[in-house]
């Protein structure tokens, strides 16, 4: 598990800074909910200026969660190409370990434009 996490924490390193990839953003705004079965669903929210990393993928809440995740680069860079200020939608965990357990997100992205 040590590794996988090494591993996310190189490949934002390597994702380059949001200004270098889309200087036309100003600020980017994630607010997601996480639902669980079984658990109260969880807030949070994340923010990205200029200087962030261009790395938009997020955790499941499943700590031992193989290969999941959520990942919002797709609907970011395509609501950048478009010039959208808001997109909210639902997604999955893709994790492929066995597990039922994964979680389901409900997010809204918010883009501020220079
Ligand atoms: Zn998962």
Redesign the pocket.
């Known amino acids: 598990m040590m590794e996988k996490k090494q591993e996310m924490m190189q490949q934002r390193r390597e994702a380059g800074s949001i200004a270098t990839h889309f200087p036309e953003v100003a600020s980017i705004d994630m607010d997601m909910t996480y639902n669980q079965k079984g658990t109260k669903s969880i807030r949070r929210t994340f923010h990205f200026s200029p200087s962030s990393y261009a790395f938009f993928i997020v955790?499941?809440?499943?700590k031992d969660?193989?290969?999941?995740?959520f990942d919002l680069t797709q609907v970011i860079t395509t609501m950048i190409r478009n010039h959208r200020v808001e997109v909210k939608g639902v997604l999955s965990?893709?994790?492929t370990?066995s597990?039922t357990?994964?979680?389901d997100i409900v997010y809204e992205v918010s883009i501020q434009y220079t």
């Open positions: 955790n499941c809440l499943r969660c193989v290969d999941g995740g965990c893709k994790g370990d597990s357990n994964h979680s």
